[in-house]
């Protein structure tokens, strides 16, 4: 399957923890490949960032929409998926969506970690929007990207909060769920890792659905 996976910012260092985890994930005739924005800021964190981001992502999937079979939006702000979604026909899945969505299946009160007090706010209104909001539970945010920084804004959802499963809420804390859940002893999604995998089971399905077409029902 060929995935692009779209770092909506402008920072390289994001990029290089977003291919690490995509890498892990790539199997025999996969491909995975992992583009930055170059007129975004190194950080989105508001509207206006979101529209920059957004305008420059759509006019990427217009131009390349042929040569993948899904798009992933690798910011945990999801900015202007809706307009990703209608840019093209293949799959567009967003870390925040595929993230809190997972989360479900596993945890009944689930948390977010977030690099800000703003991001924080913003995943409030998105789990709303993604109609997960009775279970989304909490929120804490980590001032660092480093692993104990994270661990330590993980513990307060566990153990202060009484969270049942923790989401990573920033694309820079790409594969560190494996650590933190062996830690918290609670399921921990990456958006990252979650965005890709949901791809390729929903192409997989419709897949199958293509071939169930030329099969009479018995």
């Known amino acids: 399957m060929k995935i692009c996976i779209i770092n909506p910012n402008s920072d390289l260092g994001t990029q290089l923890k977003i291919e690490q985890v995509a890498k892990k994930l790539e199997q025999e005739g996969d491909r995975f490949d992992t583009v930055s924005m170059t007129r975004s800021p190194k950080l989105i964190q508001n509207a206006e960032e979101q529209l920059i981001a957004g305008i ?35 799959i ?3 870390i925040a969506e595929a993230s809190m969505k997972l989360a479900t299946f596993e945890g009944s009160d689930f948390g977010v970690i977030s690099p800000s007090e703003k991001s924080a706010l913003n995943k409030a209104r998105m789990s709303f ?74 192409q ?15």
């Open 56 to 90: 420059e992502m759509r006019e990427f999937i217009t131009a390349h929409e042929q040569a993948y079979d899904a798009f992933i939006v690798a910011c945990h702000a999801d900015p202007q998926l809706p307009a990703m979604k209608l840019a093209t026909s293949k």
């Open 92 to 94: 567009v899945i967003g």
């Open 129 to 202: 929007t993604y109609g997960v909001d009775r279970s989304c539970h909490s929120f804490r945010v980590s001032r660092s990207d480093e692993a104990e920084a994270v661990l330590k804004a993980g513990r307060q959802l566990v153990e202060g909060d009484f969270c049942d499963a923790v989401i990573l809420g920033c694309a820079n804390y790409a594969g560190l769920d494996g650590r933190l859940e062996q830690e918290l002893r609670v399921p921990v999604f990456d958006g990252v890792a979650a965005g890709i995998l949901l791809a390729k089971l929903l």
């Open 204 to 218: 997989q399905y419709h897949d199958y659905k293509k071939e169930m077409i030329l099969k009479p029902i018995e």
